[in-house]
Nanobody, 122 residues
């Protein structure tokens, strides 16, 4: 019954790839701005990438390096985060979230998934 549900995390060697998925209810998926956040051990939660209902995207500085790509499948009400060339510093819990508006501020996100662990081994 979770309104947002992440999956796809796991253990991967440095240089490897993972694709995270976030399945949302149709109501949330179509009516809110969707984003990915991550929180590494001992660090603040940070914005990774976001995508609007028309497909417009926003990336963090790390994501803008080209290693991460956000996308969505409207028919499946599913958002994705493709992560390539993973580094140990990418290790974090990754969260799917939905906001009332286009924003990178976690305080503006009203709905959150439970998170999926990504661990990158050196």
């Amino acid at each position: 019954q979770a309104q947002l549900e992440e999956s796809g995390g796991g253990l991967v060697q440095a240089g490897g790839s993972l694709r995270l998925s976030c399945v949302a209810s149709e109501r949330i998926f179509s009516g809110f701005y969707m984003g990915w956040f991550r929180q590494a051990p001992g660090k603040e939660r940070e914005f990774v990438a976001g995508i609007g209902w028309r497909g417009g995207t926003t990336y963090s500085s790390d994501s803008e390096k080209g290693r991460f790509t956000i996308s969505k499948d409207n028919a499946k009400s599913t958002m994705y985060l493709q992560m390539n060339s993973l580094k140990p510093e990418d290790t974090a819990v990754y969260y799917c979230a939905a906001s009332w508006k286009v924003t990178t501020d976690e305080n503006d996100y009203a709905f959150w998934g439970q998170g999926t662990q990504v661990t990158v081994s050196s």
